[in-house]
């Protein structure tokens, strides 16, 4: 199948996309940095999700909108508008399925204001294009994690007080890891065939179960 996946030359999207070659599949990458990585079914190109004119590609089966920025002045622009320019230029009745890597923040409003708005704002369009979609038989879910263990967030995981307290509010004690990601995207896209619409929380417990010391077994 052919898999488009954008933000692809680091941290989650890289793995998700390495993930889908070792599955078998056809790989389309989108970045405005150069490819991290090389393999015989993966293609690169060097653009902006908010470009209008988006390379052509014909019979995409799974998109997934991985490209995103964090505390930055063009939160919204890439989070949000990016994601929704390159899904309405691939839609078609070849999709089968797209996934939307969003954040816990989109559902608790955690951290940066714009960061937390843009990936709240892609829930919204996210039960949209479901609807749109649903005709087709095609699924379309986000994936809302917490902390992720990425190269871009060692300032908090190698600094030992602040991981301290993140992991005291953190029920099961950990952090999502990019392979996890990409387990998720897998089965979101290729086994999945029911669930649509739905914003799917994956932060460790850390939103949705109080933190207590006392435990009833």
Not at 104 to 128: I, Q
Not at 167 to 186: N, S
């Given at each position: 199948?052919?898999?488009?996946?954008?933000?692809?030359?680091?941290?989650?999207?890289?793995?998700?996309?390495?993930?889908?070659?070792?599955?078998?599949?056809?790989?389309?990458?989108?970045?405005?940095?150069?490819?991290?990585?090389?393999?015989?079914?993966?293609?690169?190109?060097?653009?902006?999700?908010?470009?209008?004119?988006?390379?052509?590609?014909?019979?995409?089966?799974?998109?997934?909108?991985?490209?995103?920025?964090?505390?930055?002045?063009?939160?919204?622009?890439?989070?949000?508008?990016?994601?929704?320019?390159?899904?309405?230029?691939?839609?078609?009745?070849?999709?089968?399925?797209?996934?939307?890597?969003?954040?816990?923040?989109?559902?608790?409003?955690?951290?940066?204001?714009?960061?937390?708005?843009?990936?709240?704002?892609?829930?919204?369009?996210?039960?949209?294009?479901?609807?749109?979609?649903?005709?087709?038989?095609?699924?379309?879910?986000?994936?809302?994690?917490?902390?992720?263990?990425?190269e871009s967030n060692r300032p908090v995981t190698d600094d030992p007080e602040k991981w301290s307290?993140?992991?005291?509010?953190?029920?099961?004690?950990?952090?999502?890891?990019?392979?996890?990601?990409?387990?998720?995207?897998?089965?979101?896209?290729?086994?999945?065939?029911?669930?649509?619409?739905?914003?799917?929380?994956a932060d460790n417990g850390e939103a949705s179960i109080p933190v207590s010391t006392e435990f009833v077994w």
């Open positions: 199948m052919k898999v488009l996946i954008t933000g692809t030359s680091g941290g989650i999207g890289r793995t998700i996309a390495r993930r889908f070659l070792e599955e078998g599949h056809e790989v389309f990458g989108i970045d405005v940095r150069e490819p991290s990585f090389t393999h015989e079914n993966y293609r690169h190109f060097v653009c902006s999700v908010n470009d209008a004119d988006l390379p052509e590609l014909d019979g995409i089966g799974i998109l997934i909108s991985n490209a995103g920025v964090q505390g930055t002045a063009d939160d919204i622009d890439v989070n949000l508008k990016g994601a929704i320019n390159v899904c309405e230029r691939y839609l078609s009745p070849s999709l089968k399925a797209v996934l939307f890597i969003s954040s816990a923040s989109a559902l608790t409003g955690a951290e940066f204001p714009a960061y937390a708005a843009s990936k709240a704002g892609l829930l919204g369009y996210m039960k949209n294009l479901a609807r749109r979609l649903a005709p087709q038989g095609a699924v379309c879910n986000a994936l809302c994690p917490g902390g992720v263990l990425t307290r993140i992991m005291a509010a953190t029920p099961l004690g950990k952090w999502m890891t990019e392979d996890e990601c990409a387990d998720w995207a897998v089965f979101l896209t290729l086994t999945n065939r029911s669930c649509t619409g739905q914003a799917i929380l």
